[in-house]
């Protein structure tokens, strides 16, 4: 295996600042674990689920977003308003594979994200679980 840049694992902590939630075009794909989870925090059928809160994008289910690009779950002042029951794509933020394909890459991110390179330390087993989709954040 090539030497990774985050061999000695990386910081984050989520500042609840929303920025990843307010990304212009940015777009949050589901998976059915994640409207099972989305119904179960607001006592739904994933139906519900599906009208109220997702539209299809091509072949993909993915959460609605306002006018202005921002999550229909986020909240100034509040972030995101179903922390607990967010997506995995959410849930694994920072560590996307655009993010760790590089250092240059995660600095990047880390000048929009002032959660990245501060708080917890993720170990590179932590870190590569998160990738291979094996844990939440």
Same mark, same amino acid.
């Not at 929303?18 to 119904?39: F, H, S």
């Given at each position: 295996?090539?030497?990774?840049?985050?061999?000695?694992?990386?910081?984050?902590?989520?500042?609840?600042?929303?920025?990843?939630?307010?990304i212009p075009?940015?777009?949050?794909?589901?998976?059915?674990?994640? !409207?099972?989870?989305?119904?179960?925090f607001f006592?739904?059928?994933?139906?519900?689920?599906?009208?109220?809160?997702?539209?299809?994008?091509?072949?993909?289910?993915?959460?609605?977003?306002? +006018?202005?690009?921002?999550?229909?779950?986020?909240?100034?002042?509040?972030?995101? !308003? !179903?922390?607990?029951?967010?997506?995995?794509?959410?849930?694994?933020?920072?560590?996307?594979?655009q993010n760790?394909?590089?250092? !240059?890459?995660?600095?990047?991110?880390?000048?929009?994200?002032?959660?990245?390179?501060?708080?917890?330390?993720? +170990?590179?087993?932590?870190?590569?679980?998160?990738? +291979?989709?094996?844990?939440?954040?």
């Amino acid at each position: 295996m090539d030497e990774v840049f985050y061999k000695n694992g990386l910081r984050f902590s989520c500042q609840k600042c929303g920025k990843c939630c307010r990304i212009p075009n940015g777009i949050v794909y589901l998976t059915e674990k994640d !409207i099972k989870r989305i119904a179960e925090f607001f006592d739904l059928s994933g139906e519900e689920v599906f009208s109220r809160f997702t539209h299809r994008e091509h072949k993909y289910r993915v959460l609605n977003e306002f +006018s202005n690009g921002d999550c229909i779950f986020f909240r100034e002042g509040k972030g995101c !308003i !179903i922390y607990s029951a967010r997506p995995e794509q959410c849930r694994t933020f920072p560590f996307w594979r655009q993010n760790l394909r590089s250092q !240059i890459a995660w600095d990047s991110a880390a000048a929009e994200c002032p959660g990245m390179n501060s708080g917890k330390l993720y +170990s590179f087993e932590e870190i590569e679980k998160i990738l +291979s989709n094996g844990k939440d954040t």
